[in-house]
């Protein structure tokens, strides 16, 4: 299946951010995991860390970026690179919607401080 058409909205949605599943195992891929993320403006970091290596590349907006304690802003065409084991979260401290793309690879964990491990469901 070449063409993996776009979902018309977003799959899912945890305290008004918004995930949208683009290639996914459930959706055709069998290495890498693509999905939009859109934080509205306003949105809080949500610390984690991930079993494997991920990218964000963000598209519009501007994100606030804490990665393993050090913060810095990225904008549309930049690329975020959080390594495996590392502290992360992003915000969106403006005024505007910020969307990101996120590759990470299929099998690869998101982990809450003090939880288990997980799958997050925008990426089966």
Same mark, same amino acid.
Request: hydrophobic share 40%.
């Given at each position: 299946?070449?063409?993996?058409?776009? !979902?018309? $909205?977003?799959?899912? &949605?945890?305290? #008004?951010?918004?995930?949208?599943?683009?290639?996914?195992?459930?959706?055709?891929?069998?290495?890498?995991?693509?999905?939009?993320? &859109?934080?509205?403006? #306003?949105?809080? !970091?949500?610390?984690?860390?991930?079993?494997? $290596? $991920?990218?964000?590349?963000?598209?519009?907006?501007?994100?606030?970026? $804490?990665?393993? #304690?050090? /913060?810095?802003?990225?904008?549309? #065409?930049?690329?975020?690179?959080?390594?495996? /084991?590392?502290?992360?979260?992003?915000?969106?401290?403006? &005024?505007?919607?910020?969307?990101?793309?996120?590759?990470?690879?299929?099998?690869?964990?998101?982990?809450?401080?003090?939880? &288990?491990?997980?799958?997050?469901?925008?990426?089966?």
């Amino acid at each position: 299946m070449p063409v993996v058409t776009a !979902p018309a $909205e977003p799959t899912h &949605e945890v305290g #008004g951010t918004l995930f949208t599943s683009l290639a996914t195992p459930t959706r055709g891929s069998r290495r890498i995991s693509v999905w939009q993320v &859109e934080l509205p403006p #306003g949105t809080s !970091p949500t610390p984690h860390q991930v079993t494997d $290596e $991920e990218i964000f590349v963000v598209l519009d907006g501007v994100v606030r970026v $804490e990665l393993d #304690g050090v /913060g810095s802003d990225a904008g549309p #065409g930049d690329a975020v690179v959080v390594p495996a /084991g590392v502290p992360f979260a992003l915000a969106n401290d403006s &005024e505007a919607p910020a969307r990101l793309l996120c590759c990470f690879p299929v099998g690869g964990q998101a982990q809450l401080p003090g939880g &288990e491990p997980f799958t997050p469901p925008w990426a089966l």
